[in-house]
Every structure is written in C-alpha cells, then in structure tokens.
C-alpha cells in the first residue's frame, strides 16, 4: 500500500485559497489519489480523486504532476465550514481505504 | 449515492460488556466496511464485510472480539466484545458502490468504555 505524507495542520483565512500538498512516493500504476473530508462528529466524505493532470469538481481541485508522486488539493476561497481534517489517500485495486493522518485545516475570520 | 444510517449514535458502557452496532444502507451494497477512529486519530480499518460470506479482518483485529454479522445487502452489524476503556472510539461503517468512486460513510458510532 502505497503510504501517504501531508502536513499535520494548516491555518488560513476565509477567502484565501488553501492548498494541501500529500507525497505518495510509492504510488502503483493502477492507484488513484482521493481526498476525504471529514467535520467533527461525522464520517468522511469523498471530495475529488484524479490518476493524472488536474481535476475539478464544484468543491476543489487537484493537481497531479507528470511522476504522480505528489498531489495537491486546492480549495478555493475558504470559509470557515471549510474547517476540518482532509485525508489524502492512495487507492487501488482493494477497495478498503487506509487512511493516514490528515491536515487539520483551520479557517479564521 | 447512498445514504447510511448507525444504532446507536453513541453509547456508554461497562467494562465486560458487549455492545452491537447496527449499521443501515439505503440501498443495496455488496462491499460494506467497519472502521475505528480513536479520540483525535485517523480511522482504522477492522474488517471488510461482504454479504455471503465472512468477513476479513485487519491485522490486529480478531472475529472473537469484534464479530461482526452481514445478513443481507442493506444491513451489517459489528459487536464489540468483552470491552475494555481501550475500546473506546468512534466506530464508522462505509459502503462501496460497485462502479462509483467514492466510499459513503456512516455518521459513526461513539462508544465509552467505563
């Protein structure tokens, strides 16, 4: 399983554009990137996955580059209930996930 | 999508007791998943739990303390066993939907072990 590196914490401001930088340096050709994002009290939730380049959906992207041994999820003009932990996680063939440790995002008015 | 359900949303048990927590699908899954989430961790996963046959379990988690039941496609419950403060956690059942790229997980489960 291919383990992922992302920093403990970050602090931002709302409206400011947040990017989370997650290391997979031993990602397998057939492994994905997906971000979770998980609030106090409740399960993750699923907020983008990408193979390579750039994805983008309503809530974030994510920037691949060529060698897939980084991403980088983007969220865009922060506000405060953007306040939780995201989870950057390689996934495979086993549909199980592994989680790591998770950036702890805390937005400031 | 899929929307999950859990029994109870949190409990505070004794020591030695059991507790089962129920977990709701409002569809049919064949993948459902039991994780572990200690105060202020990342989630762990126990066990994978495929209806129609037993389940699989992580290293470090072992079916006579953690059984766990997958009667039929919408529903699955996992048992803590003979618990110790240890156990206590936040316990969280997810889904796979064949086809679709994201796990839905549950609101969890937050037990106390006294």
């Known amino acids: 399983l291919a383990k992922t590196t992302q920093p403990i914490s970050m602090d931002s401001y709302e409206g400011q554009e947040v990017n989370i930088t997650c290391s997979h340096n031993?990602?397998?050709?057939?492994?994905?990137i997906t971000w979770y994002q998980q609030f106090p009290s409740q399960g993750p939730r699923f907020i983008i996955q990408g193979y390579k380049t750039k994805v983008t959906n309503e809530v974030a992207s994510l920037f691949i580059p060529a060698d897939r041994k980084s991403s980088t999820l983007s969220l865009p003009r922060v506000s405060l209930s953007d306040t939780a932990v995201y989870y950057c996680l390689v996934v495979g063939g086993r549909r199980a996930l592994t989680f790591g440790s998770g950036t702890r995002l805390q937005v400031q008015p | 999508s899929a929307v999950i359900s859990q029994k109870p949303s949190r409990d505070i048990c004794q020591r030695g007791t059991s507790l089962t927590i129920q977990c709701q699908v409002d569809?049919?899954?064949?993948?459902m998943f039991w994780y572990r989430q200690q105060p202020g961790q990342s989630l762990t996963l126990i066990a994978t739990?495929?209806?129609?046959?037993?389940?699989?379990?992580e290293s470090g988690f072992v079916i006579d303390k953690f059984p766990i039941s997958r009667p039929n496609l919408t529903f699955s419950t996992l048992t803590v066993s003979n618990m110790s403060p240890e156990d206590s956690s936040i316990y969280l059942c997810?889904?796979?939907?064949?086809?679709?790229?994201?796990?839905?997980f549950g609101p969890g489960t937050r037990l106390t072990v006294t």
């Open positions: 997810s889904v796979d939907l064949a086809g679709d790229d994201e796990q839905y």
């Open positions: 031993n990602i397998a050709t057939n492994d994905y």
């Open positions: 739990a495929n209806q129609g046959s037993e389940a699989t379990y």
């Open positions: 569809s049919q899954v064949t993948m």
